[in-house]
């Protein structure tokens, strides 16, 4: 793979990108990786980042990104569960877990001086000659970290890939998010996320010009748009809510009329923001629906979107999209049901060390992702809730039995529920409904303040309200229904 890579104002062309990713292949293979094998990468944007994921795949194994907010416990245990037999971080993230036990694990530290815990990872990169030649394993793809209903994330192992399942993948890649030789891109969205990361490995494949920021920022984006004629971009509609909040003489001091495709996936976006981009940037922003299980499944187009408002798009070519009941029947149009798709242009998956949470998200060779909608007579999709209690917030996937479990081993908690709630700029914020134990005296701040101490900032409550009984049934089944219902009351939406 050849890109060329502008960052933080400096370029790297496509001949020194190629050989820095040989090297590390090469760096890679010295140190036992070879096909199906996991590399563990913590590490923010940058051309490194890049480079990993391309000379981990050109081995045939899986690169897993982790996910840079994460604390210790939480790097601890997929560096175990992924059973990664290499881990290279960002020099200061890395200096950030404290009491790490990598265990058979080799630890290397990018963007360091050489004298921390780990070795510097460039010194043993430039250090060996480069890998010649193709690809000598058929390549896997990623290794996400996705959570599920128990809390504990789950590691996607993906079978390799067949040469027809990498063109059709190519394929998909090129409708949903417009790749094109010679395409000039920007993408600022984290690396650690399914969708850049694809984005990112998209545009290498194509040849283009990555602009790749270490973090979005809305005036930044419309000038790097309008100054380097940038055609491609990827953005989340959070981005989008902070774009349309810059004063008009700012917005209209940039011409983006050089865009031709924006993609955007990671979270639902709201009709009214679609539309005021549209109305702004023209027909070029683009919706898909997928998950880091399936791929992507569905596209909405700008005109699409403007004709069947808050549609999350109709399958994409070759996917098979059915709405089934509880009993796996097939739902008219119109009628709600859990969404099942099938999409053969990916190879299959397990999840590392948990093959049941595998077999109960298929039925009759479709899967599920838990989400609930319908299909319209045309066959568009429309995605109304989810059978778990997913919060995606400004594309971000969080699982509110991960907080809660924090939250129960808090002194003066006897129960707790977390749960989404309606948020304008990222979709959904965080709540917790908290019931204290008799006589103790929390606030909530301290209620933030030990989430904060043990997990991701992300999974801290935004908001937190104190009851004196949560709604249990006799069972102990919890109904947070009731609990998040005030809050989206008038909504058309719950999600």
């Known amino acids: 793979m050849r890109p060329t890579l502008v960052f933080q104002g400096r370029t790297l062309a496509a001949d020194a990108f190629e050989q820095r990713w040989r090297r590390s292949a090469a760096a890679l293979q010295a140190l036992g990786v070879g096909d199906g094998d996991v590399v563990a990468l913590m590490q923010r944007n940058s051309p490194e980042a890049l480079e990993l994921m391309v000379a981990v795949r050109h081995l045939g194994a899986q690169w897993c990104p982790v996910n840079w907010h994460f604390k210790t416990d939480e790097v601890q245990y997929i560096l175990g569960n992924s059973g990664a037999r290499v881990f290279i971080a960002d020099a200061g993230l890395l200096d950030t877990l404290h009491g790490l036990q990598p265990g058979t694990t080799a630890v290397y530290a990018i963007g360091g001086d050489g004298s921390g815990a780990a070795p510097a990872w460039e010194a043993l990169r430039d250090?060996?000659?480069?890998?010649?030649?193709?690809?000598?394993?058929?390549?896997?793809?990623?290794?996400?970290?996705t959570s599920g209903t128990t809390g504990r994330p789950k590691g996607i192992v993906r079978a390799a890939m067949t040469p027809a399942q990498s063109r059709a993948a190519l394929d998909l890649r090129r409708l949903a998010y417009g790749l094109a030789p010679g395409m000039q891109a920007l993408l600022s969205a984290p690396l650690y996320h399914s969708a850049p990361n694809s984005y990112a490995l998209g545009v290498a494949q194509e040849g283009g010009t990555l602009f790749l920021e270490p973090r979005f920022d809305a005036l930044r984006t419309l000038q790097l748009i309008a100054a380097h004629r940038l055609s491609h971009a990827y953005l989340v509609p959070t981005m989008y809510v902070r774009l349309l909040a810059l004063p008009a003489a700012q917005r209209a001091a940039h011409d983006v009329g050089s865009l031709r495709m924006v993609?955007?996936?990671g979270s639902p976006c709201p009709p009214e923001v679609k539309r005021a981009m549209i109305e702004w940037w023209g027909p070029v922003i683009n919706e898909c629906y997928g998950a880091s299980e399936l791929g992507y499944m569905t596209l909405l187009t700008s005109e699409q979107a403007l004709r069947k408002p808050g549609s999350a798009g109709a399958a994409l070519p070759g996917v098979t999209l059915k709405i089934l009941d509880d009993e796996g029947r097939e739902q008219p149009a119109g009628r709600p049901g859990l969404i099942y798709i099938d999409q053969p242009a990916f190879s299959?998956?397990?999840?590392a060390g948990n093959p049941e949470a595998r077999a109960r998200m298929e039925r009759g060779g479709l899967k599920t992702m838990g989400d609930v909608g319908y299909l319209d007579d045309e066959g568009y999709?429309?995605?109304?809730?989810?059978?778990a209690d997913l919060v995606i917030s400004g594309g971000v996937n969080i699982y509110p039995a991960e907080t809660e479990a924090v939250l129960h081993a808090m002194p003066g908690v006897a129960d707790c529920a977390v749960f989404?709630?309606?948020?304008?700029?990222?979709?959904?914020a965080l709540a917790a409904a908290v019931q204290p134990q008799p006589g103790a005296q929390l606030t909530e701040e301290a209620v933030r303040d030990w989430v904060r101490e043990r997990l991701a900032g992300y999974k801290v409550p935004r908001l937190v309200s104190f009851h004196a009984q949560l709604p249990r049934e006799d069972s102990g089944k919890l109904f947070k229904r009731k609990l998040r219902e005030p809050y989206?009351?008038?909504?058309?939406?719950?999600?």
């Not at 060996?128 to 690809?135: H, S």
């Not at 299959?348 to 999840?351: A, G």
């Not at 989404?420 to 959904?428: A, L, N, Q, R, T």
């Open 127 to 145: 250090a060996t000659p480069p890998l010649a030649g193709e690809a000598p394993a058929a390549p896997r793809g990623a290794m996400f970290y």
């Open 263 to 265: 993609a955007s996936t």
């Open 348 to 351: 299959d998956f397990s999840y």
């Open 381 to 387: 999709l429309f995605i109304v809730d989810r059978q």
């Open 420 to 428: 989404g709630i309606p948020d304008d700029e990222f979709g959904e």
């Open 488 to 495: 989206w009351a008038g909504r058309a939406r719950r999600v």
